[in-house]
């Protein structure tokens, strides 16, 4: 798919086409730093993405979007959130904060429909950057072992038994990671079953306790443990 970036800060505009880079069925076939220009060369290129920045100098982007003579799927990042709800309103798949990090862009390009959106299967040995802490570190998929919702967020755990809490819920996690190393035990849970050693039966309190290969452990409930038997014994 080819891709439009309308961005009027040019740290902005290299940060996204840097991070574009990891992405091979993506290509950036332009850029504007106004949205006039932006409109025309959509107009004139008709690609398939726009990544549309909101408040370009004075004006608000999204007010010009019906200017289109066609429709791309459309990004939108933002240093502020409160024209999310217009966003929606016009179409927009998805609206990212800045600064535009992998994991937001990767969260953004996996809501667009069709065969070159990045699949489940795809995301595999991708690496998202995940929050410890003042610390920002890029973690590969394989490595995390455990997520567990808390709340507005969600915690997550790696092999190095490192946490990381992030403000993907537990809905977009489960749309982005490979079924075939992640698995939903129930509304707060989803484990890495390469990293499950072994787990107990059911006890009289009704809970189990499942073994990770990094010695961690987490009891579970009835739910999640009639999942995860299904799973095992398939």
Known sequence: ??????????????NLQILLEAFDQYKV???????????????SQQPEVIILDIQLECENSLEYIHELNYSPHIICSTLYTEHALQAFEVGVMDYLTKPITHEKLCRGLNRIPGPDAPSRASTEHTALALRCGTRTQMVPLEQIILIAADRDYTTVSDRNK????STRRMREWSEILPPKLFATLDRSTIVNLKHIDSHTQLGPDRTATIYFSNGHQLTIGSTAYRRLKSIFSQ
Do not use: V
């Open 162 to 165: 490192t946490e990381f809490l």
């Open 29 to 43: 076939i332009g850029a504007a730093d106004t949205i006039k220009e932006g409109i025309e060369m959509a107009n």
């Open 1 to 14: 798919m080819n891709i439009l970036i309308i961005e009027d800060s040019e740290i902005e505009m290299e």
